[in-house]
């Protein structure tokens, strides 16, 4: 389960509106539940705030945190290097 401090450390990574950007990325990834359906906005937003344990959830939340924080980087790095130029 994601506790207390790793949710505010992935919100932070993720950015705002971040239901909206896993829900997106799963989508494109075509994660889907057991079901054959994908998950819901409540249902991200429930395991996301430790609500409900789903491991493979929880594992493709952090690998999407990891892709933002690169984003992130590489986005201030070209802008750095342009202010440098």
């Known amino acids: 389960m994601i506790i207390e401090s790793e949710r505010k450390k992935l919100k932070e990574m993720i950015g705002g509106m971040w239901i909206s950007r896993l829900n997106k990325h799963f989508i494109e990834i075509n994660m889907i539940n057991r079901y054959g359906d994908h998950y ?29 924080k690169k984003e992130v980087d590489d986005e201030a790095a070209r802008r750095k ?3 440098e130029e």
């Open 81 to 83: 290097s342009i202010l």
């Open 40 to 68: 819901s906005a409540q249902y991200i937003s429930l395991v996301f705030n430790g609500k409900t344990k789903n491991e493979k959830l929880e594992r493709a939340i952090y690998d999407f945190a990891v892709i933002r």
